[in-house]
């Protein structure tokens, strides 16, 4: 009998252990490792697999078959708090995001017919994202660390339970600020990466703590360019401007004064009252070089490569240095003709 799970039975053989990359197999309501060294055991819980490797993971394979609260609080909030947060301005506007999914799913669908995309962080779906999620010819493969509406397997991005090369494209949208080892993450994203598949990022840089006890790293523009240094860049640039790095520096500048649920719950109804307009800015900001030293999120599309970015190369990339100095000599030019004009 065939083991009912939300993944198509043709990614199902793609599926390894997360521990030692054998080939799994079903066994009865569950999934076997075939190395008889290794042999785990992994549950499927309403049709997800849990595919986690605990020897490195921070979550168990019981916290989901407890279905205890991994990541996400809120993932199924009742219809009251999601209609009344209709009525309430929005402090973040990622202005970025939907442009770039449109011209990744035209740069998929140049390489590949039916191109195969994995999602880390999937479990809902991301800002931006609806025009490639509805773009029925290509196959989503939607995973994350909590269980959720579009969730369709359980695993940690640090061990990426497939084949070397079995998809055309990797989605991480603020996904890699909330694993503590991002590089070993961007190490797994190539390795399950065809050749010449594409990656796209997003992931913060002035964000201040959003994921409670998974929440560990921030990346300027360069640090996230070095994240994927073994990518060659389709594009990368800010995601959300400094208008929204500013409107979450002063919503939790007055959550720093709450003392209390209730008065938490005003200081924030109050600051997206008093700074959601900061966010529009953006549009005007976005790509203005200033903006990437000062951009609340980055982004990187990128294409898988043999090539390697040295770090000498990376901090040639560092392009508001460019154009102040083509400033500052075009000052100097002008310097002696002022002189002369007094």
């Excluded at 392009?319 to 500052?328: F, G, L, T, W």
Aim: glycine share 6%; proline share 4%.
């Amino acid at each position: 009998m065939q083991l009912q799970t939300r993944i198509p039975q043709n990614i199902q053989e793609l599926l390894r252990c997360p521990t030692c990359h054998a080939k799994l197999k079903q066994v009865g309501e569950q999934f076997e490792c075939t190395n008889s060294e290794c042999a785990t055991h992994f549950p499927v819980v309403d049709g997800i697999p849990v595919l986690i490797n605990e020897q490195s993971s921070v979550f168990s394979i019981n916290d989901f078959t407890s279905r205890r609260k991994t990541f996400f609080d809120n993932v199924s909030e009742n219809k009251i708090t999601n209609a009344l947060r209709r009525f309430v301005p929005t402090i973040g506007k990622n202005v970025a995001g939907k442009s770039n999914y449109s011209r990744m799913s035209d740069v998929l669908l140049k390489q590949s017919a039916s191109p195969r995309v994995l999602v880390i962080g999937g479990s809902i779906l991301g800002e931006g994202m609806e025009s490639l999620a509805n773009n029925t010819a290509i196959d989503f493969i939607e995973t994350d660390v909590s269980f959720g509406p579009r969730a369709m397997l359980i695993c940690d991005a640090h061990d990426i339970p497939f084949d070397d090369e079995s998809f055309d494209g990797v989605i991480a949208q603020a996904v890699l600020e909330h694993v503590v080892g991002p590089y070993r993450c961007s190490e797994e994203i190539y390795r399950v990466l065809k050749k010449q598949g594409v990656v796209y990022a997003e992931t913060p840089f002035i964000q201040q703590v959003h994921g409670g006890r998974y929440d560990f790293t921030r990346f300027t523009y360069l640090g996230h360019r070095r994240l994927f240094r073994r990518f060659e860049e389709i594009d990368g640039g800010a995601a959300c401007g400094p208008g929204m790095a500013l409107a979450w520096s002063y919503k939790y500048f007055l959550l720093s004064f709450a003392t209390s649920r209730l008065s938490k719950a005003f200081l924030r109804l109050f600051a997206k009252l008093t700074s959601f307009y900061l966010k529009y800015f953006d549009y005007y900001l976005i790509n203005k070089p200033a903006t990437l030293d000062a951009a609340s999120a980055y982004y990187f599309m990128g294409r898988k490569s043999d090539q390697v970015l040295s770090d000498r190369d990376l901090i040639k990339l560092y392009i508001r240095n460019i154009v102040i100095s083509a400033q500052e000599a075009n000052y100097d030019r002008l310097h002696p003709m002022l002189f002369q004009l007094v």
